[in-house]
Each structure stands twice: as C-alpha cells, then as structure tokens.
C-alpha cells in the first residue's frame, strides 16, 4: 500500500489513508506534550522510539490472544494498522496509586491498589478530557453497553498480560492509557502503548521510565524510552 493524504493529526501522530479502505499509516512524531498540550517539546527520536515499543507490545499482545490494530512495522516511525472507526473514550487501567488518582483521593504515589482500577475520560482536547462513567457512554451513544463489555475485559486482559511480562523485566506497570475503536464491527485496541501512555517504574530502584521524566522536569527522557526498549528486546525480537 502507499501513503495517501493525512487524515488526522494528533499530539504525539499523524495518520494517513492508504489505498486500502481497511488499512491505515501511522507516523510517530517527536513532539512531546502535557498538560492537554499546555506543555510542549521536540525529543529527538521519540517517534522512533514509541514506534518501535509500540510494535513490540502489541505484537506480544496478539500472541497471548488479544488483537489490535496493528499489521505491521513500515519503518523506524511508522506502522500499518487496521482502519477504525474510533470509541471517543480513553481507558485508564491503574495497578498502584499515582498521578491524577493520588490527587483525586488524596493517598501517596506508589500506594498498591488491592485489585485494577478503570477510569473512563471522554477524548476530547477542547474540554481537557473530562473524567467520565458507563452511564454518559451509554447515554451519550459513545459506546453500546455490549462494545463497552469488550472495551472492559480487553483492558483488563491487557493488564493481567503486560503486568506479568513487564515483571519478568523488573519493570512495575504502574497505569497505562487505552483507545478502542470498532473494525467491521468489532472492538479492537487501538492507538498506541508506549512510555508515553503508561507508568513504568524500575521494579529495584522505582526509577521513573515514561512520560513522567517530561511532566515533571527530570531529564533523561530518551534514555528511559531507550532502556524500555532494551528490556522488551531483550525477551522478544522485532
Ligand atoms: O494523569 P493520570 O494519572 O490520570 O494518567 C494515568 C495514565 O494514563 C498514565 O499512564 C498516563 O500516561 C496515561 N494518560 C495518557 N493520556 C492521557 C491521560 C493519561 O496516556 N490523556
């Protein structure tokens, strides 16, 4: 397939048509932002990076049983995925208290949660992305009940996985950031997993290993990014 007009641009990718209705490209950009975009930088082979992460887990993902939309790796930052029609909601799934949830209930970072949690925010920038619940899904008609049913058991799914993997690299999944969206009807995971969309700590020393390094000025973001990648090539190959 080739790479036809761009049909969407967001923070962190931009996305293209292709000849093929059912296949879209993916570019992976270098711009990192927080704050809803109130904060904004350029770091030097990011989109390179997530790409790349990005593949891995959702290659490894698909193994274990959970499909996405991703087909395959075109380049260093870009990937072919499956065309989706998108869910307007993101997911949070969350291990251990950290980030809004420490403020919103008022508990130390790193405080264990007995079981997952999952959040729900309506996707859209204008409004910050408001933290929203099932009842103004289904009120709304963002999602049907059922869609949502799926939504639910593939984020926890994705949990169960990639916590289990992730503590095999001494890496603590901490929470992570999901989009779903519904290919020929059916739910598929979309969008990306990548240090920009989950808290990894250093299972040893809590080091910090994601976005976190950009929101809260600590430096060394590409070498974090770096050092996931080593840990996920080093017990899966690309
Ligand atoms: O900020 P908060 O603690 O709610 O973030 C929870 C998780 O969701 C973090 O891993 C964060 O990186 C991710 N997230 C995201 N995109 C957003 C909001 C949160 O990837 N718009």
């Given at each position: 397939v080739s790479k036809l007009e761009q049909i969407y641009e967001g923070k962190a990718k931009k996305v293209?048509?292709?000849?093929?209705?059912?296949?879209?490209?993916?570019?992976?950009?270098?711009?990192?932002?927080?704050?809803?975009?109130?904060?904004?930088?350029?770091i030097e082979n990011k989109g390179v990076l997530n790409n790349r992460?990005?593949?891995?887990?959702?290659?490894?993902?698909a193994q274990q049983g959970v499909p996405s939309h991703f087909?395959?790796?075109?380049?260093?930052?870009?990937?072919?995925?499956?065309?989706l029609q998108i869910i307007p909601v993101e997911v949070v799934a969350r291990n251990t208290v950290a980030g809004s949830l420490a403020k919103r209930v008022g508990q130390p970072e790193g405080t264990p949660l007995a079981k997952p949690v999952l959040e729900f925010y309506y996707k859209d920038d204008a409004l910050g992305d408001p933290m929203i619940n099932e009842y103004h899904i289904a009120a709304m008609e963002w999602a049907t009940?059922?869609?949502?049913?799926?939504?639910?058991?593939?984020?926890l799914k994705v949990n169960d996985i990639l916590k289990e993997f992730?503590?095999?690299?001494?890496?603590?999944?901490v929470d992570f950031k999901l989009e779903f969206g519904l290919h020929n009807g059916e739910v598929?995971?979309?969008?990306?997993?990548?240090p920009d969309t989950c808290r990894f700590w250093d299972s040893r020393t809590k080091e910090k290993l994601d976005k976190d390094r950009f929101r809260r000025d600590l430096g060394g973001l590409e070498e974090a990014y770096q050092e996931i990648l080593r840990r996920l090539e080093s017990k899966l190959k690309g």
């Open positions: 293209f048509r292709t000849e093929n209705p059912d296949i879209y490209w993916i570019e992976y950009k270098d711009s990192a932002t927080a704050f809803n975009g109130e904060k904004k930088a350029e992460i990005s593949a891995l887990f959702f290659q490894y993902l087909v395959e790796l075109i380049n260093d930052r870009e990937m072919l995925v499956k065309s009940p059922a869609q949502m049913d799926a939504v639910k058991a593939i984020a992730l503590a095999g690299l001494n890496i603590d999944l598929l995971l979309g969008d990306e997993i990548s």
